[in-house]
C-alpha cells in the first residue's frame, strides 16, 4: 500500500495540478484529469486566501495601465560585455557588493533585507518582477510569498526547476504597503538590474506586469500593447505577461499567462513539462 503524503507535500500537489487546470491543461497525466476530482479535493485557492477582495468583475488593475513616470526615462547602462558562464557568479557578487548595504533612495528606511537575486547565473531564462514583498523582505529571496509559488508552477509548467532560472527585482527593497515603486526608486535601482541582466545573459526574459515591463522597456505602454510579442532588449528576447499577483486575483488570466509563456518556450526550444 502507498504512504499517504503529509499534508504540505498534498497541498503542494493539488495546487500543482489545479494551476495546470486553470491553464485548461487536462492531459498532463497518463490519463486526463477530471477537474471535478480536483475541487473535491481541497478548496480552490480564493482570492481572500492571498488577503485580496474576490473579483466578480473584470479586475480592475494597474496590470493594464501605463506606470507614471518620469518625462524621460534615464539612460540605460551600456551593455556589458559578455561573462562567461563559469564567471557569471563571480560577477554578480561584484554586483551585490557594490550596492552594499543600500541607501541610495527612500526605500531602504523601511527594509528588513534586501533582495537581489536567486537562481542560476547561468540560466538560459530570467524572470523580472517588480519589487519584494512581506515573505521577500523577510528573507531576503525574491518571490517566495504565494505570488512566488504561482510562479514556482508557472515555471514547473514551462518545464523547468526554479534552479535553473534567475529571478530579480525592478526595486530590491520592499515598498511600504507593496505599493508600486515610485519613478525616482525604480530608476535608481534599475541599473543594478540591468548589469545582472547583461551578467547572467539569459537567452529569454520574462517581465512579470506592467511595473517589470515599463522599467525594462522605457515605454509607458498598457500591457495590453506589450504582451503577445517578442521585443528586442539588450542583446536578449524579452516577453511580458502578468505578474503572478494579479493571476491570484483574477485566476481567468492564466491562460493568456500560459500563452505567453508559451512564446518564451518555443523561444527556448522547450517542450511543456510531462507528468508520469
Known amino acids: 500500500m502507498a504512504r499517504p503524503l503529509d499534508p504540505a507535500t498534498r497541498e503542494a500537489l493539488v495546487e500543482r495540478v489545479r494551476f495546470y487546470r486553470d491553464l485548461g491543461l487536462t492531459e498532463f497525466y497518463r490519463r486526463p484529469v477530471d477537474p471535478a476530482l480536483i ?6 485557492l480564493s482570492a481572500e486566501s492571498v488577503g485580496e477582495q474576490p473579483a466578480s468583475q473584470p479586475a ?13 526615462f534615464p539612460a540605460p547602462p551600456q551593455i556589458a560585455a559578455a561573462v562567461p558562464p563559469a564567471e557569471r557568479a563571480a560577477a554578480l557578487q561584484i554586483i551585490r557588493d557594490e550596492i ?12 528588513n533585507k534586501l533582495v537581489f537575486g536567486d537562481g542560476s547565473p547561468a540560466a538560459r531564462l530570467l524572470f523580472v518582477g517588480e519589487g519584494p514583498g512581506a515573505d521577500e523582505d523577510a528573507q531576503g ?7 512566488g509559488q504561482l510562479l514556482n508552477n508557472m515555471i514547473a509548467a514551462m518545464g523547468l526547476k526554479r534552479e535553473e532560472v534567475y529571478i530579480a527585482n525592478v ?3 520592499r515598498p511600504p504597503g507593496n505599493r508600486t515603486p515610485e519613478p ?23 517581465a512579470l506586469g506592467a511595473t517589470a515591463a515599463t522599467y525594462l522597456l ?19 528576447k524579452l516577453i511580458v505577461t502578468y505578474h503572478p499577483a494579479y493571476l491570484l486575483r483574477d485566476p481567468r488570466q492564466k491562460k493568456e499567462a500560459w500563452a505567453d509563456l508559451q512564446i518564451a518556450m518555443r523561444e527556448l526550444g522547450l517542450k511543456a513539462a510531462a507528468k508520469d
Open 100 to 111: 552594499g548595504d543600500c541607501t541610495r533612495c527612500a526605500l531602504h528606511t523601511g527594509r
Open 171 to 173: 526595486v530590491k527593497c
Open 60 to 72: 480592475q488593475s494597474q496590470e493594464d495601465q501605463p506606470i507614471p513616470a518620469r518625462r524621460t
Open 141 to 147: 529571496i525574491p518571490f517566495v510569498g504565494k505570488a
Open 218 to 236: 522605457g515605454q509607458r505602454q498598457p500591457l495590453a500593447g506589450l504582451r503577445g510579442r517578442v521585443h528586442s532588449f539588450r542583446g536578449t
Open 184 to 206: 525616482d526608486e525604480a530608476n535608481t535601482c534599475s541599473p543594478f538590474l540591468f548589469r545582472q541582466i547583461d551578467a547572467v545573459r539569459p537567452e529569454v526574459l520574462v
Open 39 to 44: 475541487d473535491q479535493s481541497l478548496p480552490l
